[in-house]
């Protein structure tokens, strides 16, 4: 039996506070090489287009492609994806979808106006943007359920056009990844990746149309480039490592706890896993659950690692106490595996998602549950949200006022601006007053 | 009579494309000396805290003070400078407050669940930020109706704690500012600005709490800053010059629309004034209340050069091919100055504000319609939306399985997470299903 040694931590301790800041401590490294070669590559795509695009495409992913069109996926490559596939994967995919259509719908933002008394109207009006770029990673990252948790929150807001962008290194094309685009309502898809991906996206080229926005994981490179193209078009936050924060009374079975940090230490050497509990004895019987299991994991090397750098056994007084630690480390996952989740969930202000009561394994939420897999990282959901229909939409005001309305406040109005001294301000209102 | 000479284009134009591309090319300075000064500048606050914001501050805005709580206004500072207000100044910014909180109230999210047939729960809660930072510019820029618009919003979220940082350099204090900030409901209020004043809301000093967003306006030195600190916190947009497009049938009184393009003009001199009309008579009548007007201007320098570099007078065919530019501009500002506002709506899918009806100002919005005047620029309009009371407030999806739901949704996920080779995914879910 491997005995893997997880910090443990206790909120009784006097310095617990500078311990929890040093677990939590991440800094996403930023590299002036990486930099420089993205940089590159975006000025190339900008300029020469198409050319710039196969040409990396052809060097990066080792193809031998002679234009654009050769690495265009059709509908029907994707439409063949999905009927090809094993009929249970192809049922499991198709409930998936279904499940995160129906939850996403419900975040649909509408237009409204109102009307004042003396006849002004005011008012928001949402409207989808007009086209949407989703990147997915090539290779072992190439997730069909980030095909559906990024496409289906566009296509549900009515963004017209969706085009997805996903490598293909050496040629290997994911079909479950197609498949997904098939259900998803992919537009188009073209099988480039890296910056030259994210700067076709942003930029357009002869064949990859410009889009408003570009959605969805990918390597340092991609996340370089998002980072430099942002303001031109909108993207999604950078996440950073995936963490899961389970908060336990000590009644849940321990083998389902640890089971559950594994699932988010087995994505990545840094994701963090941190069980909280008030229940000593139960922390115990965890580890005692985690050397037992891990050598029976595939991904035991990633998941180790992970547990040893990154995780943490928190011994709290009582479950109030764990809501306080929870909304300082403010994480991507929760878990309440705890008897009356409802109980407690009005202490939680800061997660991502709140996954609640001893059967709703997280791992549910990353396929099938509903709401989308999209969440922030490292502290963010103190002030961001999963990614949604919401990020898809956008709003404009309206305003129209009524010829007495313009003269009341166009007299307020006259008044402000005369006091920024912005004078011609001032006089656009003033010619709307009557006399 | 001075003579402006104004761009003309004409949609007929076989290169309107092109030169519509070269009107609107805008590209914002990044400069390297600035980043660097930066850097240092957000380095020592984070590390030195206090005393590092108070040098900073004494140095650039030539003060003398000897700790932070020198530079703190109290509440009754606030307060005293709202009782002190020449009354007109007083109502009228009262009269703004009030018509931006009544709109905001609309815009509040709420919290939402609903329920399957097996029991299961899913649904998304709504939560306010627990503290907002909102950065006022000093001097010539202080404006007291920026202060309402950024601040109304996050109080009308939910937001406990709102931070003003606002420079007083050479010890100058903006009575108009302390009073709009004791109308918004701001609390706590600094006198520290520039990059020292975004540090300190980013990580937090002995005096200055840390915030979860900075929003708000900024020179060169306070947008950089705000760049390096996302993610860290959330900001608001990066904001480019101020433009207005107006599209007018040729019968609003040509004064009131060459005085709506100075409006923007006179912000600075990279703001850009469009107008869009298909009566080209109409083109030449508001070119002449432009050269009229303009030597009647406080402004006229700065009005003139906006005109000259940076503004256009369009002729389209019809309003539905000014519909179509406007979507291609996707303009900050857009006013329907025509007889049917409404019946040109639809036709509109980009814009940040819409100002209908020939009464309807541009300037009304900017002090006391309502809606937010904190709007996407650049033609970001295309992705983004007003500042808001959903840009204070964030999303955490709830997800609470059923037993018997759990169990079906466990095979799906199981299958999903085998295809992706996550099998520690796929037993954390497993263990979920009946026997």
Same mark, same amino acid.
């Given at each position: 039996?491997?005995?893997?040694?997880?910090?443990?931590?206790?909120?009784?301790?006097?310095?617990?506070?500078?311990?929890?800041?040093k677990?939590?401590?991440?800094?996403?490294?930023?590299?002036?090489?990486?930099?420089?070669?993205?940089?590159?590559?975006?000025?190339?795509?900008?300029?020469?287009?198409?050319?710039?695009?196969?040409?990396?495409?052809?060097?990066? +992913?080792?193809?031998?492609?002679?234009?654009?069109?050769?690495?265009?996926?059709?509908q029907? +490559?994707?439409?063949?994806?999905?009927?090809?596939?094993?009929?249970?994967?192809r049922?499991?995919?198709?409930?998936?979808?279904?499940?995160?259509?129906?939850?996403?719908?419900?975040?649909?933002?509408?237009?409204?106006?109102?009307?004042?008394?003396? &006849?002004?109207?005011?008012?928001q009006?949402?409207?989808?943007?007009?086209?949407?770029? !989703?990147?997915?990673? @090539?290779?072992?990252?190439?997730?069909?359920?980030?095909? !559906?948790?990024?496409?289906?929150?566009?296509?549900?807001?009515?963004?017209?056009?969706?085009?997805?962008?996903?490598?293909?290194?050496?040629?290997?094309?994911?079909?479950?990844?197609?498949?997904?685009?098939?259900?998803?309502?992919?537009?188009?898809?073209?099988a480039?990746?890296?910056?030259?991906?994210?700067?076709?996206?942003?930029? @357009?080229t002869?064949?990859?149309p410009?889009? $408003?926005?570009?959605?969805?994981?990918?390597?340092?490179?991609?996340?370089?480039?998002?980072?430099?193209?942002?303001g031109?078009? &909108?993207?999604?936050?950078?996440?950073?490592?995936?963490?899961? !924060?389970?908060?336990?009374?000590?009644?849940? +079975?321990?083998?389902?706890?640890?089971?559950?940090?594994?699932?988010?230490?087995?994505?990545?050497?840094?994701?963090?896993?941190?069980?909280?509990?008030?229940?000593?004895?139960?922390?115990?019987?965890?580890?005692?659950?985690? $050397?037992?299991?891990?050598?029976?994991?595939?991904?035991?090397?990633?998941?180790?690692?992970?547990?040893?750098?990154?995780?943490?056994?928190?011994?709290?007084?009582?479950?109030?106490e764990?809501?306080?630690?929870?909304?300082?480390?403010?994480p991507?996952?929760?878990?309440?595996?705890v008897?009356?989740?409802?109980?407690?969930l009005?202490?939680?202000?800061?997660?991502?998602?709140?996954?609640?009561?001893?059967?709703t394994?997280?791992?549910?939420?990353?396929?099938?549950? &509903?709401?989308?897999?999209?969440?922030?990282?490292?502290?963010?959901?103190?002030?961001?949200?999963?990614?949604?229909?919401? $990020?898809?939409?956008?709003?404009?005001?309206?305003?129209?006022?009524?010829? $007495?309305?313009?003269?009341?406040?166009?007299?307020?109005?006259?008044?402000?601006?005369?006091?920024?001294?912005?004078?011609?301000?001032?006089?656009?209102?003033?010619?709307?007053?009557?006399?």
């Open positions: 039996m491997a005995n893997v040694n997880v910090q443990r931590l206790d909120s009784q301790q006097a310095d617990f506070s500078e311990q929890l800041d677990l939590l401590a991440w800094e996403s490294v930023s590299n002036k090489e990486i930099n420089r070669t993205v940089d590159e590559i975006l000025e190339r795509v900008k300029v020469e287009g198409d050319q710039a695009v196969v040409e990396f495409t052809n060097r990066f +992913d080792r193809l031998n492609a002679s234009s654009m069109a050769e690495l265009e996926f059709s029907k +490559d994707m439409q063949e994806a999905l009927e090809n596939l094993p009929e249970d994967q049922h499991a995919l198709t409930v998936a979808a279904q499940r995160v259509r129906d939850y996403h719908e419900r975040q649909k933002g509408e237009s409204w106006q109102y009307q004042e008394a003396d &006849g002004t109207l005011l008012g009006k949402v409207t989808p943007m007009d086209r949407a770029g !989703l990147y997915v990673p @090539g290779g072992k990252a190439s997730y069909p359920s980030s095909v !559906l948790m990024n496409a289906i929150p566009a296509h549900v807001a009515g963004v017209e056009e969706l085009i997805m962008v996903v490598p293909t290194p050496d040629g290997e094309v994911n079909q479950l990844v197609l498949a997904a685009a098939a259900l998803a309502g992919v537009s188009r898809a073209f480039v990746g890296g910056a030259q991906a994210v700067a076709a996206l942003a930029y @357009g002869e064949t990859i410009k889009v $408003d926005k570009i959605v969805g994981p990918g390597n340092i490179f991609v996340a370089t480039a998002k980072r430099a193209v942002y031109t078009v &909108g993207i999604d936050m950078i996440a950073g490592p995936s963490e899961i !924060l389970v908060i336990c009374d000590g009644n849940t +079975d321990p083998d389902w706890i640890a089971m559950d940090l594994f699932s988010q230490a087995e994505h990545d050497e840094d994701a963090q896993p941190i069980l909280i509990s008030p229940d000593a004895a139960f922390l115990d019987k965890v580890s005692a659950s985690i $050397d037992k299991l891990l050598p029976t994991m595939e991904r035991e090397a990633i998941i180790s690692r992970s547990l040893i750098d990154r995780a943490a056994l928190i011994k709290v007084a009582d479950l109030d764990a809501a306080l630690v929870n909304n300082r480390i403010a991507e996952h929760l878990e309440l595996s008897e009356d989740p409802q109980a407690l009005p202490q939680i202000k800061h997660a991502g998602a709140i996954f609640m009561g001893r059967y394994a997280e791992a549910l939420g990353d396929y099938c549950a &509903g709401p989308n897999h999209v969440l922030p990282t490292s502290g963010t959901a103190r002030f961001s949200s999963p990614l949604g229909v919401y $990020d898809f939409q956008k709003r404009s005001s309206l305003i129209m006022f009524s010829e $007495d309305g313009a003269s009341e406040m166009g007299k307020v109005a006259s008044v402000l601006a005369r006091g920024e001294s912005l004078t011609a301000h001032a006089r656009s209102a003033e010619y709307r007053i009557k006399d």
